[in-house]
């Protein structure tokens, strides 16, 4: 049974994500660009505040690739914000504690493709 609040969140994050003034995710968008993926065809599977200006998320992108980033912005600006972190997770997501959460991101995208 799919957990319709997981999927609500999921939901959100990706519109902030698409679209959303806020610094944070204008910032993530950004860098999303300069590695080529399009935010406007890509999901969240979750991010959240991991520490003190540092956001820890993933992403599942149209062509079913998966990528955890940790979103760093301490002792600079937002908007010069880096990803410290960026990893393919696409083969071994099943491993992580997100598993739900990136198969309703991977279901979601396929929905947006049909």
């Known amino acids: ?3 319709k609040l997981k999927v ?3 939901e959100e994050q990706t519109k902030h994500l698409r679209s959303s003034n806020d610094g944070l995710w204008d910032r993530i968008r950004h860098l999303l660009l300069e590695k080529g993926i399009k935010p ?6 979750y991010s959240f505040p991991e520490d003190y200006q540092y956001e820890l998320g993933a992403i599942v992108t149209r062509d079913g690739r998966i990528y955890q980033f940790g979103f760093d912005f ?3 600006d937002i908007s010069d914000g880096s990803f410290k972190e960026w990893k393919d997770i696409t083969e071994n ?7 739900e ?3 309703i991101a991977m279901t979601l995208v396929k929905e947006e493709d049909s």
């Open 40 to 45: 406007e065809t890509t999901v969240v599977a």
């Open 93 to 99: 997501y099943e491993r992580t504690s997100y598993k």
């Open 101 to 103: 959460e990136i198969e």
């Open 8 to 10: 609500r969140e999921i």
């Open 74 to 76: 301490l002792q600079t």
């Open 1 to 3: 049974m799919v957990n």
